[in-house]
């Protein structure tokens, strides 16, 4: 479980997250989502301890995120960005096998098979066709799949996904999430994602927290979230809600003109 109390967090003069308090049980895929600039990614980096907070806590397990060492947290806890991969000469199968850095030895050397995960997860991935291809060899949406299969590689009970599907057209942003999904469930992974996307986070996430100003200003699940006079106080348009006919969760329609509807 992870609990986040009362933590603040400025940059100079400016406070980015002001005392936002919110928890995520194991097995949540939980979303984050607010406007730009809200503080999503901050609060993303200081989960994941790569930034320090100001003050208030964050405990992982009843512990403290920076009593955990780097090698601990990154054996247990992967982080997928926007961007997730430079263009760098590395092959696909390269890529995926350095997903094991935090279980190899100062020499680069791990107990037990690895060569196994990694085929699985390439074959899972669909990218066996792909794994002598060199990054720059392949498009935006394979090289995200490629930065999954890495973080699949780090096998994470946690995994924190920073706008993981901005760049992905349609169908790979469901595939990207409905491999997600299908990998949470099968792992018992707790998925923490910001997302700009409301429908998406909508039809994939149990619970989200709703950020303003570094505030979170509502945690719930979708239902609580999708609401048309909320949405329209935060983001400023006022949408239609209604029903998803299939999965029967709450999908927002914009409006055009929306931005001067009372
Ligand atoms: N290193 C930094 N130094 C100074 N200000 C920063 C820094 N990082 C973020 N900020 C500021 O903090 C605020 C929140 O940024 P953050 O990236 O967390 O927002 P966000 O909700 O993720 O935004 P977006 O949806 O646009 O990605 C912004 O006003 C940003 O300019």
Known sequence: MLVV?????????????DRIGFSVDDGDFFGVLGPNGSGKSTLLKLISGVEKADSGQLLLNGTPVENYSRKQLSR??????????????????EVVEMGRYPYQNWMGEEKGNQGQLVDSILHK?????????????LSGGERQRVALGKVMAQQPRWLLLDEPTTYLDIG???????????????????????LHDLNLASLYCN???????????????PKDIMQSELIQRVYGTKPIIVE???HLL?????????????
């Not at 619970?207 to 699940?221: H, P, S, T, Y």
Request: hydrophobic residues 45%; glycine residues 6%.
């Open 5 to 17: 109390h009362d933590l603040c967090k400025s940059y100079q003069e400016t406070k980015v997250l």
């Open 76 to 93: 247990s806890m992967a982080v997928l960005q926007q961007e997730a991969l430079p263009v760098v000469n590395f092959t696909v199968q």
């Open 125 to 137: 991935l669909d990218l066996n066709r792909l794994r002598d291809r060199s990054l720059q060899e």
């Open 172 to 194: 790979y942003q469901i595939q990207m999430m409905d491999i997600i999904k299908a990998w949470q469930k099968e792992e018992k992974l707790t998925v923490i994602a910001v």
């Open 207 to 221: 619970r989200m927290v709703l950020m303003q100003d570094g505030n979170g200003i509502r945690v719930g699940a």
């Open 244 to 246: 998803h006919p299939v």
């Open 250 to 262: 709450p999908q927002i329609m914009l409006q055009q003109g929306g931005s001067f509807v009372e």
